[in-house]
């Protein structure tokens, strides 16, 4: 996720050649897929802005699926243009979230994507569909399970690939992560859905593991160094790091494939971009690793 949603958030411009190498770098650490960008109102988002360009311009490694957020069909054409594999669009369980974030309502998001999904569909691109503040919004508080799985199954039935489920503010615990997966699993299979943890309150990790062990979620997304939040959830902190969940999954569930070393070589090149400290707690023993 670093590119994208560890990236939106900066303030200051980052030049289009720091993000193209700091793909490519990433590229070469063993992750299966990396979100590259987002193709969305460069006046909601300035940072995203330049999304075209990079992948326009970064060098892909065979096997790696490179995506993107496209929310609605200008979103959508941008993306076929750029040669994305993978389109993201995303909606929210809470609808003042969704006011501000995409300005629309739930229902009237979901319309938008019906021919966003049709086109991506024709382009035989797959799509993921987010659900945002599954468990919290930063405007409306805690958010019930059930009207989180209403959304994950309205995208669905729109024709979505997969589902991410996010925790946009970092807020949910280990026993809300299980109250929610109790209730989608009887509906939604686990391989069709993601985890998209944010790391604010520092259960990420936990709540990853949680949905591993017991549920046998096996698709988390995660941003390398802890970079990155949402310009529309104020106060979140990034993903989960990325180097922090493979440790874990290296060191409690077997090979994840991501090269650590290269994941460091890869954030020593975007780092004097970035405004705060990485927060990934693998970063303070750099030297062990
Ligand atoms: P709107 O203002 O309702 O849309 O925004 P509009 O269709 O009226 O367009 C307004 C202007 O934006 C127009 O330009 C359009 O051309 C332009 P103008 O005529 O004023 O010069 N525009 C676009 N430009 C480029 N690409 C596009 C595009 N669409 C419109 N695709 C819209 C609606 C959805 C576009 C806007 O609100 C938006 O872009 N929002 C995105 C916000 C965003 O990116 N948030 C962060 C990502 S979501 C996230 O972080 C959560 C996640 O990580 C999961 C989690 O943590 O929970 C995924
Ligand atoms: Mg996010």
Not at 3 to 9: A, W
Not at 246 to 261: I, M, N, Q
């Amino acid at each position: 996720m670093a590119p994208r949603d560890g990236l939106q958030s900066q303030h200051s411009l980052i030049p289009t050649e720091a993000k193209v190498s700091f793909i490519e770098a990433l590229s070469e650490s063993g992750l299966s897929e990396i979100e590259a960008g987002a193709f969305v109102s460069p006046k909601a988002v300035p940072a995203m802005a330049d999304s075209l360009l990079v992948f326009q311009k970064m060098k892909r490694k065979k096997g790696v699926v490179y995506s993107a957020l496209a929310p609605n069909e200008k979103g959508l054409d941008l993306a076929v243009l750029a040669g994305v594999n993978k389109i993201a669009v995303f909606t929210a369980a809470s609808e003042t979230f969704n006011q501000k974030n995409i300005n629309a309502t739930t229902k009237e998001s979901l319309k938008r994507f019906l021919p966003v999904v049709s086109k991506a569909k024709i382009a035989s691109l797959p799509i993921r569909g987010y659900v945002s503040t599954a468990f919290f919004c930063p405007y409306e508080g805690r958010i019930s399970p059930e009207a989180a799985l209403r959304v994950c199954l309205e995208l669905l039935d729109l024709g979505v690939d997969e589902i991410s489920i996010g925790d946009t503010i970092g807020r949910a615990c280990p026993d809300d992560v299980r109250r929610l997966l109790d209730l989608c699993l009887k509906k939604i299979p686990a391989d069709k859905m993601a985890l998209h943890f944010h790391d604010t309150y520092g259960m990420a990790v936990a709540n990853a593991l949680a949905a591993w062990d017991e549920y046998k979620i096996a698709r988390f997304d995660a941003s390398s160094g802890g970079i990155g939040g949402c310009p529309y959830a104020p106060g979140a902190s990034g993903n989960v790091a990325l180097e922090d969940l493979a440790f874990a999954f290296e060191s409690c569930a077997g090979k994840t494939g991501v090269d650590l070393k290269k994941i460091n070589k890869a954030l020593d090149g975007i780092a004097p971009y970035i405004e705060k400290p990485f927060s990934s707690r693998l970063q303070t023993l750099r030297s062990a690793l």
